[in-house]
């Protein structure tokens, strides 16, 4: 515990170590780690509301929602790195690419432990309200917020590279457009986190579906009227 | 059979290596180009490319799997004839359109007054589709997790669609730099370095040479030459209307789930009828 926590926090300062060739600990297994732990402390905390609002199955709900959020982090970066090894390849960047990948996994354990921060926030909100699609707000406001951490201390390992080479900016934004594009599917996929209702259920029966058309289709039916 | 599957290991782990030195800008280098012509092997980057076009297309064709079929749809093989169909049409897809304007892009070639040989425009023109390809197989991780995942038809074909433009483009970065360094080598060779970059932040690397140029970057301070345009206009209509056309004849690569497998579709409308037709449809439901 002591030793994650001091992993956490050489990630949250984001030292010159982290992006060294011969860098010391935080490693990755010990990055993976942080992503696993505080990512899915978030878990059982966001999954709490239905015990805290006398709706049965609560812990079932928190264990299901402490498994899925390190796997909506470690998912959408899992299937972008590909895309970002070949376009880091053909920027000529591959000489950074071990330095790229490691800011790019701290990144994902700063959004996990900016997440286990607003725990304690996002339990004061369950216990102020009970409103569900206030609680579903709340959280995606937790997620938002804890993306700038991510995004704050990937700037911070990336400048010194960006500063050696401008091409690196132009990876940042190649990366950020297609690990967005996969974690919004990513999270609509994975629904329920928060659960309301009589039933605890993995997933949502209309599971198998596309956030964008489902947005796409919202916001054509706004402008027509439909 | 070992001894020759051993054989066959070592060769695709060489032409790997190959395409490996023409996505980080090495085999395309001033330096390296100087002698007027490319040194990769065509047959080798072919090779490399099926298997890069088969890994896509089976990300292509596994929409097929896992979806819902209307009941009166009597179709069980239908999905995994798909994702075959797929991984073979892809690769298809490139070489018959790389074969059918080869001898066109030749001949133009030869028209505008260009010194490439036709050995030395096939290599070019496979490097080119084998970086084309790195691409669109890296992005195939995303199609297949998305494809794996939505039931919406026009969405996962305009999908396809965004990720075959930014492979195209990058290809044709590529394509348009490596001309411009085989085409005046001369001049390439002579550029000077661009000056490092003076910054308090940077890396204790950073007092080496500057970076190197990278295979889809033009070296500073150079212009394109009036042949290297006029050659790259030329390969690129001619490319991309054959490329177009013989996807649509290709057709289908992802299988709509409401129609019964075939290998090939009726000739009907075309491409880009197609591409608004999934819009509209995206947007007005039904798909």
């Given at each position: 515990m002591h030793a994650l926590l001091r992993t956490a926090d050489a990630v949250l300062r984001r030292g010159a170590r982290s992006t060294a060739p011969e860098a010391s600990p935080p490693t990755l297994p010990r990055?993976?780690?942080?992503?696993?732990?505080f990512g899915g402390f978030y878990g059982v905390v966001m999954g709490l509301y239905r015990t805290l609002n006398g709706q049965p199955d609560g812990?079932?709900?928190?264990?299901?929602?402490?498994s899925k959020t390190p796997l909506l982090i470690l998912g959408s970066f899992v299937i972008g790195l590909p895309v970002f090894f070949v376009l880091s390849t053909l920027l000529g960047l591959r000489r950074d690419f071990g330095r790229s990948v490691r800011a790019l996994i701290s990144a994902q354990a700063a959004t996990a432990i900016a997440l286990a921060a607003l725990a304690p926030v996002t339990l004061l909100f369950y216990l102020s309200t009970a409103d569900y699609q206030q609680a579903l707000l709340f959280n995606g406001v937790c997620f938002a917020v804890a993306s700038c951490a991510g995004q704050a201390v990937l700037r911070g390992h990336f400048r010194p590279l960006i500063a050696r080479n401008p091409r690196h900016r132009g990876l940042l934004v190649g990366w950020a457009i297609a690990y967005l594009f996969v974690a919004v599917q990513l999270a609509w996929l994975l629904r329920p986190f928060i659960g309301s209702g009589l039933r605890v259920t993995v997933f949502r029966p209309e599971a198998w579906d596309n956030a964008y058309v489902v947005v796409v289709r919202l916001v054509w039916s706004l402008f027509t009227g439909d | 059979?070992?001894?020759?599957?051993?054989?066959?290991?070592?060769?695709?782990?060489?032409?790997?290596?190959?395409?490996?030195?023409?996505?980080?800008?090495?085999?395309t280098r001033p330096d390296a180009v100087g002698g007027k012509r490319l040194e990769v092997s065509a047959r080798g980057m072919a090779a490399i490319a099926v298997l890069l076009a088969m890994f896509?297309?089976?990300?292509m064709g596994s929409f097929s799997l896992l979806k819902s079929v209307p009941e009166s749809l009597d179709d069980p093989y239908g999905p995994f004839l798909q994702v075959?169909?797929?991984?073979?049409?892809?690769?298809?897809?490139?070489?018959l359109t790389l074969v059918v304007t080869l001898p066109s892009l030749y001949v133009s070639n030869a028209l505008i007054g260009s010194r490439l040989?036709?050995?030395?425009?096939?290599?070019?023109l496979t490097a080119s589709i084998a970086v084309n390809l790195a691409v669109l197989a890296s992005l195939g991780t995303i199609v297949l997790f998305f494809s794996l995942t939505t039931n919406s038809y026009p969405f996962i074909l305009l999908l396809n669609v965004a990720a075959f433009s930014v492979a195209g483009v990058l290809g044709l970065m590529f394509l348009l730099q490596t001309l411009h360094r085989v085409l005046s080598p001369d001049e390439a060779a002579s550029t000077e370095p661009p000056a490092a970059i003076d910054d308090a932040d940077a890396l204790p690397e950073s007092d080496e040479e500057a970076p190197e140029p990278a295979a889809i970057d033009m070296p500073a301070g150079q212009m394109l030459g009036r042949h290297t345009k006029l050659v790259f206009r030329c390969w690129l209509v001619l490319f991309s209307l054959v490329g177009a056309q013989m996807g649509w004849v290709l057709r289908p690569f992802i299988g709509n789930p409401e129609l019964a497998f075939s290998f090939f579709r009726p000739k009907e409308s075309n491409f880009f009828a197609a591409v608004f037709g999934a819009l509209g449809k995206l947007l007005l439901g039904g798909g």
């Open positions: 990055l993976l780690l942080c992503v696993l732990a812990a079932l709900q928190a264990l299901y929602s402490a | 059979m070992n001894e020759r599957l051993r054989r066959t290991t070592r060769y695709l782990h060489d032409r790997l290596l190959d395409l490996d030195r023409l996505l980080r800008g090495e085999a896509y297309g089976a990300c075959l169909a797929s991984t073979i049409k892809t690769p298809a897809l490139f070489l040989t036709l050995l030395g425009m096939t290599r070019l």
